[in-house]
């Protein structure tokens, strides 16, 4: 091996190391929901209240999402990420300090409504995580909470980076605009978090884990994804056709929802392990690109 051809594996190794890092460390997937809040900002025409709340919620996911990472190590699958985590455990951890430290940072920055709505959203997650928690609910709700699971993960995450801002900039919180945006997100983020599922159906029905996929089979978790793509065609044409026209909010939305489902309908050809965590939740940045080009 010559000199050029050494260096040039060198830095594609480095690089390799360094994109791990930034998709393993939940560091993509924290820009993937701060780019949420601006879309939210964008829609609600609330952008020079932006900054707090979407540099609160970037902090908060790379905290929420390395914890669970770090408290999960030995009951999780065994999958790329799961590998990367064992062998890079101090870098988790230290990533969640940084995530936490921010997020508790910009915290005493929001208004008083978005930070009750934190709050409230930080105990839910803390909640799940702690295992005499999930043992209670599994008690109280057998099967069906695991049922759930998409759509509580898709719930939070549509509060976070729906109200949060919304309620940071102080928009009426009986807004019909608002509520059509929480139900158009909460389909987009539940699209999303089923293929998640769907990739786990193997592994979680080893498990004895009753995800979707699992319980009703791959037909069903394509009928769903189907619906929810309908779903939310039909939001974005009464949002941005008929009630508040925007040709370019329309279009922008569409063509995100188009991408999103390609991507999860495709997702069980690719064997890449790098598909789910840049392709899939970067569906969430590629939206934010197309509505700040488009809008």
Request: aromatic share 12%; glycine share 6%.
């Amino acid at each position: 091996m010559n000199e050029r051809s050494w260096l040039a594996k060198l830095v594609l190794d480095q690089l390799l190391r360094l994109g791990q890092a930034v998709l393993y460390g939940s560091l993509f997937i924290a820009l993937c929901a701060a780019s949420l809040v601006m879309v939210t900002c964008r829609q609600l025409t609330i952008e020079p209240t932006c900054g707090i709340p979407a540099v609160f919620v970037f902090f908060a996911t790379l905290g929420v999402y390395n914890i669970h990472h770090l408290m999960g190590m030995n009951r999780a699958a065994a999958t790329p990420q799961a590998f990367w985590v064992k062998n890079h455990r101090f870098g988790v951890l230290l990533l969640s300090i940084i995530g936490v430290g921010g997020a508790g940072f910009f915290f005493f920055q929001l208004r008083l409504p978005a930070q009750l709505l934190a709050v409230a959203l930080a105990f839910i997650v803390v909640s799940y995580e702690l295992k005499a928690f999930r043992d209670f609910l599994t008690h109280a709700f057998g099967g069906r909470l695991v049922l759930l699971k998409t759509f509580v993960i898709a719930a939070v995450w549509t509060a976070a980076t729906v109200l949060i801002p919304a309620w940071n900039a102080q928009h009426p919180a009986d807004n019909m605009h608002l509520a059509l945006m929480l139900l158009n997100r909460f389909a987009f983020i539940s699209l999303l978090a089923l293929c998640f599922d769907a990739r786990d159906q193997i592994s979680d029905s080893r498990r004895g884990l009753l995800t979707i996929p699992v319980r009703f089979g791959m037909d069903f978790t394509l009928y769903l994804y189907r619906a929810l793509t309908a779903a939310s065609f039909v939001l974005i044409v009464v949002m941005y056709v008929l009630l508040w026209p925007s040709a370019a909010m329309a279009i922008a939305l569409t063509l995100s929802v188009l991408a999103a489902y390609f991507a999860v309908s495709r997702a069980d050809q690719v064997s890449s392990p790098y598909y789910y965590p840049m392709l899939v939740d970067g569906q969430m940045l590629l939206q934010w690109m197309l509505v700040m080009l488009l809008t």
